[in-house]
């Protein structure tokens, strides 16, 4: 059965070129030198992102292979000018990052809706002849022709926007808190790997105030490396605020799980590191009081340590109140993302996302070039048109 979770895909984007510009000379029977009425061409058209808060996936966009903007129209005589191409755009959920999928680099981001980014540009028409027209050529028989189109090929890949991320290893009882604590219903099993696609849940607060967090698939040692599905889902905690450490009661070393899932999220981005923890005991019903005082002196004490149980809701309260007062700390406030400071890897390298891509039936002859061969693909200079003999 197919998932209806997507968070990443490729699409081939073409922006439409410009119109070509007219060359024509004005002959009729009242005036038989009416000179040069050549219109300009039209503008092609740009290929736009949108971030339309409501899609949470991009599984709208799994078989979107190409997405092509109109071309912009031919300039016509009597100095009529040409169509300009239709825009098109791509919807997407907000927390959507674009990498260019030849070079590996980041291209621009999403992050709220109603945003747009113009990903390519359309091509501007060319200048009929009317427009070179003067005292010294009053019949110029060149038009200028359209811009060219710009193509790329593009990396589309979500990050769940959310102010808390649950780390820790596969049936730590990251599903059964979402659950206990929010309107959410991730699938529940006491077996490995239960929860297959991130989830959000949003829990209350006092006085009508929420908080958005996200659950993903379990982490295992060496899910920097590919293994398990952490390559996968480790994305998606890049893009939270907080982050829950959660490490069940009855492990025979809680300090060592810890420290484990801390350099897994360390070998993946060393950022992650700089974000706010908090660190949750779980399954603390198979613990009395006497073992959780003796267990907090063996616990690292440079983060808040909550020992909780979502299935009996021994301290869910606590840890909500210790939720709330670390994303309102001065600390931990979030920045707004923008252009020029993103929370996001922006010199990532998708290569080693190339194996996953393949995997989900995308090209298999991907090719990664480096850094010096690229050439930015960047607007056409003014300079490039030119006057030119209409054929």
Known sequence: MESNFVDYVKILCRSGKGGRGSMHLKHVKYNPNGGPDGGDGGKGGDVILRGNHNYWTLLHLRYERHIFAEHGGNGGKDKCHGTDGKDVYIDVPCGTVVYNAETGKYVCDVTYDGQEVVLLKGGRGGLGNFQFRSATNQAPRYAQPGEP???????????????????????????????????????????????????LGIVGYREGKSVVMADSPGIIEGAAEGRGLGLRFLRHIERNSL?????????????????????????????????????????????????????????????????????????????????????????????????????????????????????????????????????????????????????
């Open 149 to 199: 189109m710009q193509e790329m090929t593009v990396i589309l890949e979500l990050k769940l926007l959310a102010d808390v991320g649950l780390v820790g290893f596969p049936n730590a009882g990251k599903s059964t808190l979402v659950s206990a604590l929010s309107n959410a219903k991730p699938k529940i099993a006491n077996y490995p790997f239960t929860t297959m696609e991130p989830s």
């Open 243 to 391: 982050l829950l450490f959660m490490v069940p009661g009855d492990t025979d070393d809680i300090k060592r799980e810890y420290e484990i899932l801390l350099d897994e999220l360390r070998r993946f981005n060393p950022e992650l590191l700089q974000k706010q923890r908090i660190l949750a005991v779980t399954k603390c019903d198979l613990l009395d009081e006497e073992l959780i005082d003796m267990l907090r002196d063996t616990l690292p004490d440079d983060l808040p340590i909550v020992f909780i149980s979502a299935v009996t809701g021994y301290n869910l309260d606590q840890l909500k109140d210790v939720l709330w007062a670390e994303l309102n700390a001065e600390s931990n406030k979030l920045q707004a993302i923008t252009q020029d400071d993103t929370l996001v890897h922006r010199d990532k390298d998708m290569s080693r996302f190339a194996t996953e891509l393949t995997e989900e039936g995308e090209d298999k002859d991907i090719e990664f070039i480096d850094e010096d061969e690229l050439e930015d693909l960047e607007d056409v200079d003014e300079d490039f048109f030119s006057p030119q003999t209409e054929k």
